[in-house]
Every structure is written in C-alpha cells, then in structure tokens.
C-alpha cells in the first residue's frame, strides 16, 4: 500500500491527497519562486510515480505555466493558496509543504539558487523570536 497524504488551501473550497512517496523537498531561492510566494522561497517536495487526486474543489484549482520556463504554480481561485501541480515532463507531482495537513514526512534536501536569495534573509538568527503575535508596547 502506497503512503498517502493530504492537503488542503487556506479558505478549505481544495482538498487533495497525494499517494505515494516524497524524494526530496527543495527550499527554492530563485526570484520567481520569490515572487510566486512573496516570500524568500518557495518549499516544494517532489514525488515520482504518484497519483494526485482532488478530494473537493478540483474547479476552483488554476495552474500558471510561467513562459519560457518550467515554473509553475496552482492555486485556488479563492483564497490564492498554493497547491500541487502534477509536471508534464517527468509524472511527479510538485507538492507546496505549506498545503500538507498530514505531517511533513522528509527533512528538507537542499537550498537551491541561493545565489538569487533576497538580502533580507541573510541576518534571520539574530531576529527576535515571539511564540505568538507580540503584545503592543
Ligand atoms: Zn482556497
Ligand atoms: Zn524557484
């Protein structure tokens, strides 16, 4: 029996699952994935020979297929949350780790385009941490 894992968006109109296994999870860098997220990296987990299946609001879900590229994005007409896009290429899916309700099962694999990384994120150990949203002083 394949392992199986399940997501969702924010606003819950998307839910999937995803049977099959993970082979690497990649913090990606690059500026697109910085503008796709509007964040310093997008984080993707990769799975090969597995099967995506929309459990609800498969209608709501869009994929951007960026020009000239092999970055792409699905989201949910919505809310705007990440969700997975199965490649064209390769049969893997393209799974955002943010999207997983189950447990994130691997560790990340690597940084990737870190030459690309925005000057914000350089300094991050030396930000004060908060367990929750801070109270106004
Ligand atoms: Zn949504
Ligand atoms: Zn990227």
């Known amino acids: 029996m394949p392992n199986k894992h399940q997501g969702s968006c924010l606003c819950g109109s998307v839910k999937y699952e995803l049977s099959g296994d993970f082979q690497s999870f990649f913090l990606c860098h690059c500026s697109r994935c910085q503008k796709d997220t509007g964040s310093a990296h997008a ?3 990769f799975a090969k020979a597995s ?3 929309w459990l609800k609001g ?3 879900v869009t994929t951007y297929q960026h020009q000239n590229s092999l970055h792409t994005k699905s989201f949910c007409q919505k809310c705007g949350s990440t969700l997975p896009t199965a490649t064209k290429t390769d049969n893997s899916i393209i799974v955002p780790a ?3 309700d189950s447990p994130v099962p ?3 694999t690597a940084k990737i385009f870190v030459s690309s ?3 914000w994120t350089k300094n991050l ?4 941490n908060y367990e929750e949203l801070p109270e106004q002083t």
Do not use: H, Q, R, Y
């Open 58 to 60: 498969e209608a709501e």
């Open 106 to 108: 691997i560790s990340p």
């Open 51 to 53: 099967i995506l299946t």
């Open 98 to 100: 943010g999207s997983l």
């Open 125 to 128: 150990d030396n930000v004060p």
């Open 43 to 45: 984080a993707n987990l």
């Open 117 to 119: 990384c925005a000057n």
